[in-house]
């Protein structure tokens, strides 16, 4: 692969294991309080008086004036960058936004919607929401809520959440318009608790083999999995693949829970040990429902925190294999403190270390910077692309119950290596996947088609099977690629032809049949996949 094609790419990947990393974290506990619940005692008291006054000073003597709101959140992030990574400040504004993905809900009209031509699109109405229940649709345009008019006027993603969240019991007027329709529909609807479904697209991806990918680890994830285990037993499952590969963590009882689910009785899954917080070990149960499935979990960079944990305590005890490459290295625990006025403090307590002893937070001791350019070099290094370019020393190595070497001090290490699979990798094809084109261009497609796809393909396994992506169709894309800017390669459009239509299929299903339709076709080619079913063969 040339520079040009690093540039395009490397940023991608740093971007990826950076958020994953900084902002989804494993939780000891939820815990509540306010200032006074860490300002309380007489050895703070002076430190407290300290820091108001310099703030106070400041106000009311800086030569330009300054927000006394927005100098203290600066002063506690501050503080906190210099701890470690993971520990930070959550503003009021930005504490749903942030905290609603690990609660597994929210409260709204349950719609998943973009912005395209300056109008608000419904993508798909969620599953038993409130939306749904009334009849509003993929494709509907939502141009009034109450008395706002809200299209071509330039509203952004921020506003729209603002008009249509809203706490349970309330009622939105929303008018729509449809497609075929030459008058606006209302819609009287009364807002509702949300699911945000953590565990997607489980299915049977072979006559005996099960797959299920967890995208984050959240308050409801645990039952999402149990349910959707359920169903793939009734349908014959003997192996199951655990699809962990960008899942940044999140709540740690869920991986513990999911973890005991998958272990005989009293084999330790995870503990945990701070200065402050007493070691806390933590085993599994005689529940174990898949104790006697064969397993497979995928984990790749950006697999972090609780993601980890579950790898980890799968390989520990010999469980099952683990497959991919290295995972991101978070082994440090927080807990969160709200505050009064909506705001939180979320606080490193404790490490986790596996079943083997091991620690595998990578080092943060150089700063935030270096620790969040390691995945940068990882792929500098050669890592992500060949296992041999992997070097760790003996003081890192552990072993598992049957005496298999394992690694701590940066990650999980797979028992199979894959890697980054750049065969068809074009510059021209990071560039339309970098610009978000595949996704724009499947959504605009499935909008002026979705009748006839929707009569056509009633189902993700019926699209897969018969739904062609032909010349006219492709060519229809490519021009819409050089239309928003790319230039046109001939000889690297050829190069990653296969590629550009396995992702317009999947992207098409996806807007039709939601993210299993996605997973349906991707995971037909995905090198990962196709070794965890070899494993099973093993």
């Not at 579950?310 to 969160?336: M, P």
Request: hydrophobic share 35%.
């Amino acid at each position: 692969m040339n520079n040009n094609n690093l540039k395009i790419l490397l940023p991608l990947i740093i971007a990826l294991s950076v958020v994953v990393g900084v902002y989804l974290g494993s939780f000891l506990s939820n815990t509540t309080g306010n200032k006074s619940l860490i300002f309380s005692n007489q050895k703070n008291t002076n430190k407290v008086g300290k820091l108001n006054e310099i703030l106070n000073f400041i106000e009311e003597s800086y030569v330009d004036s300054v927000d006394g709101k927005e100098l203290l959140e600066n002063s506690i992030n501050a503080m906190l960058s210099n701890l470690d990574p993971h520990s930070y400040y959550i503003s009021p504004k930005e504490f749903d936004g942030m905290n609603d993905p690990l609660e597994g809900n929210f409260e709204g009209i349950g719609v998943e919607f973009r912005i395209k031509d300056d109008t608000v699109m419904v993508v798909s109405a969620i599953a038993n929401g409130p939306s749904e229940k009334l009849g509003i649709q993929a494709g509907d345009r939502i141009v009034k809520v109450d008395t706002a008019l809200i299209a071509g006027n330039g509203i952004t993603n921020e506003d729209v959440i603002k008009l249509l969240k809203g706490p349970r019991g309330t009622k939105v007027n929303v008018y729509i318009k449809r497609r075929g329709n030459s008058k606006l529909l209302h819609f009287a609807i009364i807002r509702d608790e949300i699911p945000i479904y953590s565990v997607e697209s489980p299915y049977m991806i072979s006559k005996n083999t099960g797959y299920i990918k967890i995208t984050r680890f959240a308050k409801t994830t645990y039952q999402e999995f149990i349910n959707a285990v359920a169903t793939l037993q009734e349908e014959g499952m003997d192996n199951l693949i655990i699809d962990l590969r960008g899942n940044g963590g999140g709540v740690l009882s869920s991986a513990i829970d999911i973890a005991d689910e998958m272990l005989s009785k009293n084999q330790m899954i995870v503990y945990t040990s701070g200065r402050s917080r007493k070691k806390s070990e933590y085993y599994s149960t005689n529940k174990g429902i898949l104790k006697n499935t064969t397993l497979s979990i995928l984990i790749n960079e950006n697999s972090a925190s609780a993601s980890e944990i579950l790898a980890g305590a799968i390989q520990d005890n010999d469980r099952g294999t683990i497959i991919g490459r290295r995972s991101f290295g978070k082994g440090l625990v927080q807990e969160q403190i709200p505050w009064p006025d909506g705001s939180a403090l979320r606080l490193t307590v404790a490490r986790y270390y596996t079943p083997s002893g091991r620690s595998i937070q990578k080092p943060y001791a150089n700063g935030s910077d270096e620790y969040n350019m390691e995945s940068y070099k990882r792929y500098e290094n050669g890592e992500l692309l060949s296992a041999d370019s992997i070097h760790l020393p003996d003081s890192l190595k552990y072993y598992t119950k049957k005496g298999e070497v394992v690694y701590g001090g940066g990650g999980i290490m797979p028992d199979i290596f894959v890697p980054l699979d750049t065969a068809g990798g074009t510059e021209f094809l990071y560039q339309i996947r970098y610009r978000g084109l595949i996704q724009e261009f499947s959504l605009n497609y499935v909008d002026k088609n979705r009748l006839e796809l929707m009569k056509n393909y009633r189902d993700a396994i019926q699209f897969k099977e018969n739904f062609n992506l032909n010349n006219s169709l492709f060519n229809e894309f490519i021009k819409f690629v050089t239309d928003s800017g790319v230039e046109r390669n001939l000889i690297q459009i050829k190069q990653s032809k296969e590629l550009i239509i396995r992702g317009l299929r999947a992207d098409i299903c996806r807007n039709l049949h939601g993210n299993f339709g996605y997973y349906v076709i991707m995971n037909d080619e995905d090198t990962a996949v196709k070794e965890a079913l070899k494993s099973f063969k093993k």
